[in-house]
C-alpha cells in the first residue's frame, strides 16, 4: 500500500488490486482492513484490464503518546 492522504477529519489510503483478483477475495482483505485498521470504503475504480483501484477511509486518530520534551 502507498502512503496515504489526510484531508480534514479524515485520512485516506488507495490499495490497488491487480486484475487476477477475484470480487471474493477483494472483499475478504477489504474486510481484514476494516476489521483490523479501521477503514471503510470510500471508492472503487475498476478498470479495462481489470484492476481495481480502491480507496480506503477512516477517522482520523489523535496521537495518544504527548511529543518528546527536551
Sequence with gaps: MSDGVIDGDW????????????????????????????????????????TRKVWLRRKRRKSELPGVIV
Design 11 to 50: 485520512e485516506y489510503r488507495p490499495l490497488r488490486l491487480p486484475p487476477g483478483v477475484s470480487r471474493v477475495t477483494a472483499a475478504t482483505q477489504l474486510a481484514i482492513h476494516a476489521e483490523f485498521s479501521g477503514w471503510e470504503l470510500s471508492n472503487v475504480r475498476l478498470y479495462a484490464d481489470g
